[in-house]
């Protein structure tokens, strides 16, 4: 019940594909992000926007509840979860200073984005 009928949750395999198809972890997050500093902290390495992803920050929900690095980052959850057993599934994360994707696994309590993919 997370999104509508006909949409998913991107697999991290699905993130995968598309950020080797902007040219690999190194630069894709550049294209993936906003442009500007509407909503991004300063600077703002970005390539503008090229893939129409249109990341914007938010940070992310911490153990208690609170908010991090509302203006320097943006993550969101892939449907896959860790086989480690841990309660936590793979996420790409964005930066206001790089134009870099980050990976990295979110334990359940901790909050994130979703972007919802048409079947």
């Known amino acids: 019940g997370l999104v509508p009928k006909g949409w998913h949750i991107p697999s991290f395999s699905e993130y995968r594909i598309l950020i080797s198809s902007l040219g690999g972890i190194n630069i894709a997050g550049g294209k993936l992000k906003e442009a500007g500093l509407r909503h991004w902290e300063s600077p703002n390495n ?56 980050g990976t990295q696994c979110f334990l359940a309590p901790t909050g994130a984005y979703v972007r919802c993919l048409m079947d």
Request: glycine share 12%.
């Open 46 to 101: 970005t390539d503008s926007n090229l893939s129409n992803f249109n990341a914007l920050p938010g940070g992310y929900r911490n153990f208690n509840g609170g908010f991090d690095f509302v203006y320097q980052t943006g993550t969101w959850w892939s449907s896959t979860i860790n086989l480690a057993g841990n309660k936590s599934a793979w996420c790409i994360s964005l930066g206001n200073k790089s134009t870099n994707v």
